[in-house]
Nanobody, 112 residues
Framework: QVQLVESGGGLVQPGGSLKLSCAAS????????MNWYRQAPGKQREYVAGISPGGIPNYASSVKGRFTISRVNAKNTVYLQINSLKPEDTAVYYC??????WGQGTQVTVSS
């Protein structure tokens, strides 16, 4: 059974930073690309970032330059480092491979 558990969200002031984690199990993690998505209240879920099995990253234009995706295959974990947070980054953040269902996500709230 594929399982993805996001963590690391919280309340942070504008300009602050967070590092989100996604612990994966139930599939060959090192062979799969991994992706981060986010969904704000009342809005569609949107793509944020992705990373290839070999560690090549890709970013949505809205987050490029502020977000960094990385992975540690030995830990079956993908990370999302978020810097210079803006209020519009407020959302539930999800990780996903191509075959997994949506999990619970982790809430990021940016507010002063």
């Amino acid at each position: 059974q594929v399982q993805l558990v996001e963590s690391g969200g919280g309340l942070v002031q504008p300009g602050g930073s967070l590092k989100l984690s996604c612990a994966a199990s139930g599939f060959a993690f090192s062979m799969h690309a991994m992706n981060w998505y986010r969904q704000a209240p009342g809005k569609q879920r949107e793509y944020v970032a992705g990373i290839s099995p070999g560690g090549i990253p890709n970013y949505a234009s809205s987050v490029k330059g502020r977000f960094t995706i990385s992975r540690v295959n030995a830990k079956n974990t993908v990370y999302l480092q978020i810097n210079s947070l803006k209020p519009e980054d407020t959302a539930v953040y999800y990780c996903k491979n191509g075959a997994s269902a949506w999990g619970q996500g982790t809430q990021v709230t940016v507010s002063s």
